[in-house]
């Protein structure tokens, strides 16, 4: 029922987004963030009230919360925009359909994330419920508010890469729809936090394997497969995306808001070089970075995510308008690895919580496997008094036991359980032999970058 909705919209459709014309007097930064933060790259697919309407299916609610603003945010881990978005959070804005205007989405719903009461564009948004989201706009839409696979297991993280599956899994080569999915290996139980954007500028390889060349424009395109954008869409904002690239390379990461003993620091830096820059390499003016993926048997984190992308999406990928993309004569085709990249760590402080499953939800965790809390809790608020500042991460309340049959989805999510499939918490054991006060030195060393 899904797939003939869409399609037959599709159809109906036969015409895509309004492509604005680029302001040539403006640099390719300037405008790829009025790009990114004006515009919207899918077609609206929920009625223009349902934004407003999204409260009549919070539960018992006899009437609409009086700070409706904030409580949207609340309900769905949402977060203020730091730009001029209207009346509306963070990632979610007016759009147009064929019928005329309705609610969409844009990249700030995962990409646009909030830390000590601030919010930043590209941070990742480590407090939305996707799944709530989704489903309660679809119900307020007059829909049931089904998702044709799990968008998100636990809030926080979401099922980006089988988004990525499923939507070009109803593509040809070319882009032009596909009434037959493919089978493309589609895996909803990999559990992703959302890596920040700043990061990209030290990046060859990107996402976590290192699938794809961190330079490709195309493969930014991917969350456009929408089935009401048709593949001249693609064509006429490949440009568009190039200039939001050049404004993602240019994003800084935040610095630490809090006290930094730089005495202890300074101890750190030391340890930090001798066992972590190797992998994710030096810092200051003439920093390094290794751009390293390692090894599954290695590194020993969940391999969910490694092995939920499938070889045949690859190759169907790479078969497509994306693999056809290159850099002067380079081919930017999506690649196999062996592993996971380890990452860079500027404002690592800020992108809690941490693995790429968002298993750890602190520096301190990631630095000592044996005392990772196995199954906790968080207010999913981004306040001042919801950081640890001395473990470096989120504050959690761990708990004895998982979500249980009582427990609606809502509140089951709000639960990470690493007993349970692609949440696992074991491996990266690198930071085992430091005592407790070399442990505490290079997590403050890390609140210098």
Known sequence: MIRT????????????CATAQADTTQSPVERGKTA???RDYNPATWRPN?????WKHWGDLKEKPKDYARAFM???????????NGRFPMGVREGTTFLGKGMTVDCMICHGGSINGKSYVGLGNSTFDIQAFYEEMGRASGGKGKTPFVFGNVRGTSEAGAMAVFLLSYRQP???IRLNRLDLGLRDDMCEDVPAWWLLKKKKTMYHTGGSDARSVRSLMQFMLSPLNLRETFVKEEATFADIQAYLLSLEAPKYPFPIDRELASA???LFESTCARCHGTYGDKWTYPNKIVPLDVIGTDRRRFDGISRAFGEHY?????????RGNQPLKAMTSDGYQAPPLDGVWATAPYFHNGSAPTVHDVLNSKNRPKIFTRSYRTDAEDYDQIKLGWKVRVLDKGADASMSPYESRKIYDTTLPGRGNAGHTFGDHFTDAERRAVIEYLKTL
């Open 50 to 54: 349902a934004y407003d309407d999204a």
């Open 174 to 176: 070319d882009l032009s």
């Open 268 to 270: 750190g830096t030391s």
């Open 74 to 84: 609340d309900r769905y881990g949402l977060h203020p925009a730091p730009y001029d």
């Open 36 to 38: 990114l933060l004006t």
């Open 5 to 16: 909705r869409l399609m037959t919209l599709a159809l109906l459709l036969g015409a895509d």
């Open 318 to 326: 790479n078969k497509s308008w994306f693999g056809e993309e290159k």
